[in-house]
Each structure stands twice: as C-alpha cells, then as structure tokens.
C-alpha cells in the first residue's frame, strides 16, 4: 500500500531537549516536505526536499531542521524546542513535477512544555 | 507569489443539504488546484484536482470543484451532505515553478447537523 509513515504520532517534550520526527514514504517520490498545521493558518511548508542531499528552506523554517540522505526518509529535526513549536505536523511526499498530488502522513501531534 | 484565501472558517449544514466551499486563490497563471479533507485524528486526503482542461471537476465523495479563472476561484461543492462529511476542508494552490509545494488556505471546518 502507497504511504507515508510519520513517527511518533503523538510527542510531549521539554523546552530545549532534542527530538526528531521520522517520516518514510514507500512510493519512490522525489519531493518531501514539512508542514505545520496551526488553527486559522492552515498548513504551512517548514522545509522541502527535491531528491537526495538536496533540501531548501520553506515558509516557515526557523527552528527545525532536516536532512535526505535516502529517498524514501526525511526526518524533521528540533534541535532546541520551544512552546512556539506545539504544533500539528505532516509530512509530504510527492513526484518532482508540477501539479502532482501529494500525500501526507497522519500527522504527529508535538506539545512542548 | 500565490496565496489562498477560504472565506468561511466554519459551516454548518443539516444532513441531506448542499455544500459549498469558497475557495479564491492568487497566481499569476493558471494554477493547480486541489481540494484536501481532513478527518479528525486523520491526515490530509485529496477529494480532487485541477490541471487543465474541463474547468468543472469531479472528485471523491460526491464532491466536485468549479474553477473559474475571471473570479480566481475554485470552489467545492456537494448536493447533499452525509454526516460522515463533517470535516476540515483545505484548498491549496502548487505552482508550476515550484513543483511540489503546496500553497494551503486556512480551512473551513464543516459541521453537519442530523
């Protein structure tokens, strides 16, 4: 089955401990991204990634960061967590064309305290 | 650079009623258009998308989108609502110079009522 596998699902964490989200996708897509999702804001794209060793800053990147060094993962990185940083988070996966669907991951619910 | 607007941030509608979900984006050509829902607890699922061609488009669920590029809007719309359609709906623009964002707009969330 297509997916895109994000972990944990669920996180609380205290302000400056380190953590990192998983996100794996099994479709062989070039494109991945980040979003965060915050009430009246929709989604907003944190980081992306057109291919291996190849990522770019999005709209809202301060704070995290990623890395892809295999297709198929793009971990999200919060090196130092703040409360600002509760947040819903998706990952995204797509092909490395224009208007191409993507498909996201169910989302980790991040609380930092 | 695009943007997206959804007027409406919450809807409530009876069981059996019509649905219609505003949508406007700005572009400056012709975008690709495309209609997300998300459950509660869910991620995102894509109802449907436009590229070219028919400006009216099915999708998943019953529902189906218009675009219309004189108003810059792609709005959603459903005959008649199931309860299982309560949900926060999200429009999103990608454009063609940036293959794999997504523009999203804030959501509108849908209430139905029996």
């Known amino acids: 089955e297509a997916q895109v596998t994000q972990n944990p699902r669920y996180l609380i964490t205290v302000t400056g401990k380190k953590l990192t989200v998983t996100c794996s996708q099994n479709?062989?897509?070039?494109?991945m991204s980040w979003y965060r999702q915050d009430p009246g804001l929709g989604l907003r794209q944190i980081y992306y990634?057109?291919?291996?060793?190849?990522?770019d800053k999005g709209d809202v990147p301060e704070g995290y960061k990623v890395s892809r060094k295999e297709k198929r993962n793009f971990p999200l990185i919060l090196e130092s967590p703040s409360p600002n940083q509760t947040s819903l988070y998706f990952c995204?996966?797509?092909?490395?064309?224009?208007?191409?669907?993507?498909?996201f991951g169910q989302g980790t619910r991040l609380t930092v305290v | 650079a695009q943007s997206v607007t959804q007027p409406d941030i919450h809807i409530t509608v009876s069981e059996g009623a019509s649905l219609e979900l505003r949508c406007n984006y700005s572009y400056g050509a012709t975008p690709y258009l495309f209609w997300y829902v998300q459950s509660p607890g869910q991620g995102l699922q894509l109802l449907l998308k436009y590229f070219s061609g028919d400006t009216l488009v099915q999708g998943i669920k019953g529902f189906e989108a218009e675009f219309k590029r004189s108003q810059s809007s792609f709005n959603l719309r459903k005959p008649s609502v199931h309860w299982s359609d309560a949900a926060e709906y999200f429009c999103?623009?990608?454009?063609?110079?940036?293959?794999?964002?997504?523009?999203f707009g804030a959501g509108t969330q849908v209430v139905v009522t029996p």
């Open positions: 990634s057109m291919n291996v060793e190849v990522t």
């Open positions: 995204a996966s797509s092909l490395n064309r224009g208007g191409t669907e993507a498909f």
């Open positions: 999103a623009v990608g454009a063609g110079d940036s293959w794999g964002k997504l523009q």
């Open positions: 479709m062989n897509h070039e494109y």
